[in-house]
């Protein structure tokens, strides 16, 4: 029976350590016990930190794991490709996962690419000079779930929003960046072996300004078929620029009323909130978890060319989409909803993605759910 180490075991990581037991895996994860979702489904639990590197490695060559794998987790991206590297087992380099996950080092290698992004600057200080012209976006360097991300129009919001964003930042790094006005995408694709396969683009609403927290998701984007081209090309040189070769990958684009298309970001892991473990599989039918576990244990099958087979979605619960409160209501009156949770408490307005308290996902033959 195979072996495969995931990293990390929150609720993150969950459909994919259900889809490994579904698959007949043996399954080992690491990550600290508080929070720890996944530790009573894992065949052995380790609670070591996701980015003790070494001590995870020592654990994966006396468990002869076959394969390492994490989704949805931009920290723990890192400890996979250093885990996989080491061990001869399919993977990203270290050097491009470090790219992936440093929002610097990824837009220099976009820069060198010719891929276009936004005007940029990297600060260690909120007295640093930044010489872009307002409106600005602020984030930490090595973050993701729109923590600590704020749009700011002022000198004085700036030293605000940069002290918040390096307090946040692992590496005590911020990034501010020339403001893109325009609606928000992302992209799912599977690489192997440094061959890139396009999955699907997904629609996402947004807070808007300040801090931009996700509240809803749809697939298939509102594209036409040329975009959905010209989309895909890039992507795969934005992964080529990074030396992304093998597992799943998130990108996130905006593109201006001009129709100009400006990459924000990519991760070297597949997008959350149930985009990549959820979402692709209702509306392309790709087993998207199946196919990263395939990666990872080397003997993944490329899949066939994928059409929009259904319109899935996820909408968010928060102070901001308090209009979703009947559905919560009358969750059985709503066939389409195929899963949802709802936490206790009063509703809040958001500032980052944790702060949302329930979810569902729906998915139907005829058209996006409009709420």
């Known amino acids: ?49 996701v980015v003790d590197k070494d ?29 996989a590297e080491k061990m001869g087992l399919p993977g990203n380099s270290c050097e491009s996962a470090l790219k992936a996950n440093n929002k610097h080092l990824m837009r220099d290698a976009f820069l060198e690419g010719g891929i276009p992004c936004p005007a940029y600057r990297m600060v260690k200080s909120a007295d640093e000079s930044v010489e872009i012209p307002f409106p600005l976006i602020v984030k930490p360097s090595d973050r993701s779930g729109s923590m600590a991300v704020s749009r700011v129009d002022s000198p004085e919001e700036l030293r605000k929003a940069i002290a918040e964003a390096l307090a946040a930042s692992f590496a005590g790094e911020a990034m501010v960046e020339q403001c893109i006005e325009g609606r928000e995408i992302s992209v799912e694709f599977i690489s192997c072996a440094g061959r890139h396969y396009p999955l699907q683009i997904t629609d996402k609403v947004t807070t808007g300004a300040p801090h931009f927290v996700e509240l809803e998701h749809h697939q298939p984007a509102r594209l036409s078929a040329s975009q959905y081209k010209d989309i895909y090309a890039l992507t795969s040189r934005a992964l080529d620029a990074l030396g992304i070769t093998d597992g799943a990958s998130h990108t996130e684009y905006k593109i201006t009323r001009a129709g100009e298309i400006y990459i924000m970001e990519t991760g070297a892991r597949m997008g959350g909130d149930f ?97």
């Open 275 to 371: 985009i990549g473990s959820d979402l692709v599989y209702l509306s392309t039918g790709y087993d998207f978890l199946k196919g990263v576990i395939d990666v990872a244990l080397g003997r993944f099958t490329p899949p066939r060319k994928l059409e929009n087979k259904a319109y899935s979605g996820v909408y968010f619960l928060c102070g901001e989409t308090e209009r979703l409160l009947p559905v919560f209501g009358h969750i059985d009156g709503y066939p389409q909803i195929v899963a949802w949770e709802k936490s206790p408490g009063p509703l809040k307005n958001v500032t980052r993605s944790a702060d949302r308290s329930g979810y569902f996902i729906y998915v139907q033959s005829e058209g996006r759910w409009e709420l």
């Open 1 to 49: 029976m195979s072996k495969l180490a995931v990293i990390g075991a929150s609720y993150l990581q969950l459909p994919l350590v259900k889809k490994a037991k579904e698959m007949g895996l043996t399954v080992i994860c690491f990550a600290w016990a508080d929070g720890a979702v996944c530790k009573d489904l894992a065949d052995a639990f380790y609670p070591i930190s």
């Open 55 to 83: 001590a995870i490695l020592e654990v994966c060559l006396r468990e002869k794991i076959d394969g390492i794998a994490t989704i949805a987790s931009d920290v723990a991206a890192p400890t996979v490709a250093y885990v």
